[in-house]
Nanobody, 115 residues
Framework: QVQLVESGGGLVQTGESLRLSCAAS????????MGWQRQGPGNQRLLVAR???????NYGDSVKGRFVLSRDIAKNTVYLQMNHLTPEDTAVYYC?????????WGQGTQVTVSS
């Protein structure tokens, strides 16, 4: 079984930055990819960023050019550097890990951006 531990959320002001981390432990093998989705108040959960096993990254349209997803393979950890944050980025951010057996989700971390 895989466990995901997220950290780095918090309250910031418009224009500031945050870095989220997601560390996977347990039965971590044959990873298809890892990444983040987010769910704002009253909104559906949407892709923020993901990275494939080969290192290819994809970003949601609203964060392209502002967010950067990276990984430390040895630590089974991904990092989401979020820059130029706006109130529209306020959401619960969920880490996910995709493997042949399915997708594991983190518990979510709150990011709040004040205007």
């Amino acid at each position: 079984q895989v466990q995901l531990v997220e950290s780095g959320g918090g309250l910031v002001q418009t224009g500031e930055s945050l870095r989220l981390s997601c560390a996977a432990s347990g039965s971590v093998s044959s990873i298809f990819g890892m990444g983040w989705q987010r769910q704002g108040p009253g909104n559906q959960r949407l892709l923020v960023a993901r990275i494939s096993s080969g290192g290819d990254t994809n970003y949601g349209d609203s964060v392209k050019g502002r967010f950067v997803l990276s990984r430390d393979i040895a630590k089974n950890t991904v990092y989401l550097q979020m820059n130029h944050l706006t109130p529209e980025d306020t959401a619960v951010y969920y880490c996910f890990l995709a493997q042949p057996g399915g997708i594991t989700w983190g518990q979510g971390t709150q990011v709040t951006v004040s205007s």
